[in-house]
């Protein structure tokens, strides 16, 4: 992140998250309808505003219809991933075939697999409502085909009796059926401030290649500005090779599979984070008989700023060398005054602008009061006001001093 932001600048937008191509269109957005000075007429800033958003327009339908299209494929990818895996729901099943054979797009595959279902569990059929009676609907089509093809005659009166007559019950789970230990790392849970916070040679990150060679999500770069990084263990996954190591608190692991498996199950680790595509993450699923089973077990997920957000918290559940510092869940509110957050019984809240420049955050205890005389485990006494030089820094600085407040001693 760059402490100075110029929305005419394409860069600034990149570093944020956005795509290269919507990134140059918000900039030259920008560029061609400034913001006018402020002491401006109020209608006349109004009218420029309106004039960027219209500009603005094309580029927001482009991004609906690009997370539309990102949605149907990762949904079809899901199911794709779950046979592979020995799912036995035969819905599964019906909406790859409606894809392949009929072209549905995801909501009519869903509706079509759910009027085969309906058919062959000997139901009567109910199609989707539609939205509006105005617009059509792909879904009831895809419903009535379903049903279809999973044996539903409606014109016939004895269809429904006949169909529920010849259903027959779903197979008992057999009790040599293999069934997984654990979790595979695509279920894992998204990070969060709610774990405890674990020291680094504690820590494994699992990272995809594809990170490593676009660097979307920037992990590389917010890693190394949190002090004591280097004692955490950091694999690379490939798509099609697996595992192999980019460091570790000990040196350099082996590479081969074997070896590889015994070096991690040796590893005391009590976090463990994977950062990658569905396609590697395809393959740490396969090869998760490799990993060590940890206290915590996360996964990043859903777009890149979603995933960098994840990744923070991550980050700051880290514990260096002399650190102390206390968990759980920051309770933030956006209140007339300003951002503030509570953790346990200390409140951080913005304080306005400092002199000559500058911005406040403070600190209050239970009482509403500032709160003086606490110190760390080591005796440094901790300062409930300090200025910060860039407001959009606020939330991590208010996060930081809450969590060493929430840790801290009261003498006296």
């Known amino acids: 992140m760059i402490d100075i932001f110029d929305p005419a600048d394409a860069g600034c937008w990149i570093a944020r998250g956005r795509p290269a191509h919507h990134a140059r269109a918000i900039a030259d957005a920008w560029r061609c309808f400034p913001d006018l000075p402020h002491d401006a007429p109020l209608d006349v800033r109004m009218a420029r505003t309106r004039e960027r958003v219209q500009m603005l327009g094309p580029l927001h339908e482009a991004i609906r219809l690009e997370t539309e299209q990102q949605r149907r494929a990762a949904n079809f990818t899901f199911v794709e991933r779950q046979i592979a895996q020995g799912s036995t729901d035969s819905r599964h099943v019906a909406i790859l075939h409606a894809r392949n054979i009929h072209g549905y797009d995801w909501d009519a595959a869903v509706a079509y697999a759910d009027g085969r279902y309906a058919a062959r569990a000997g139901w009567l059929a109910r199609p989707p409502s539609s939205p509006r009676p105005d617009q059509p609907d792909v879904r009831r089509p895809a419903y ?20 529920s007559f010849a259903a027959t019950p779903s197979e008992p789970i057999r009790a040599d059926t293999p069934r997984a230990a654990r979790p595979l790392p695509s279920q894992w849970p998204s990070p969060s401030d709610v774990p405890p916070p674990v020291s680094w040679h504690r820590r494994l990150l699992l990272l995809g290649e594809s990170e490593i060679t676009a660097g979307a999500i920037g992990i590389l770069a917010m890693l190394h500005q949190r002090p004591g990084y280097e004692a955490a263990a950091l694999f690379v996954v490939n798509a099609e090779s697996g595992l192999r190591p980019l460091w570790t608190s000990t040196g350099p ?11 991690l199950r040796q590893g005391d680790y009590t976090d463990i984070l ?40 991550w980050l700051a559940r880290g514990r260096a060398p002399g650190d102390q510092f206390a968990a759980g869940h920051i309770r933030w509110s956006k209140m007339a005054a300003g951002l503030s957050g509570r953790l346990g019984d200390f409140t951080a809240r913005y304080g306005g602008p400092a002199e000559p420049r500058g911005h406040r955050i403070v ?18 006494e901790l300062q409930p006001e300090i200025v910060i030089g860039n407001k959009g820094h606020a939330r991590s600085a208010m996060a930081d001093l809450l969590r060493q407040y929430a840790a801290a001693l009261r003498l006296g």
């Not at 009535?144 to 539903?152: A, E, M, P, R, S």
């Not at 993450?281 to 206290?295: E, F, N, S, T, Y």
């Open 144 to 163: 009535h085909q379903g049903f279809l093809d999973g044996g539903g005659q409606p014109d016939d009166v004895f269809d429904v009796a006949r169909r």
């Open 274 to 313: 994977v950062v990658a595509d569905d396609a590697e993450l395809g393959r740490i699923d396969a090869d998760a008989d490799m990993l060590p089973l940890a206290r915590t077990m996360e996964r990043t997920r859903n777009s890149v700023l979603q995933q960098r957000a994840q990744f923070r918290h």
């Open 363 to 380: 600190v209050e205890d239970a009482n509403g009061q500032l709160a003086l005389g606490y110190r760390t485990a080591l005796g440094r």
């Open 253 to 263: 692991a082996p590479g081969d599979g074997a070896t590889l498996r015994q070096f």
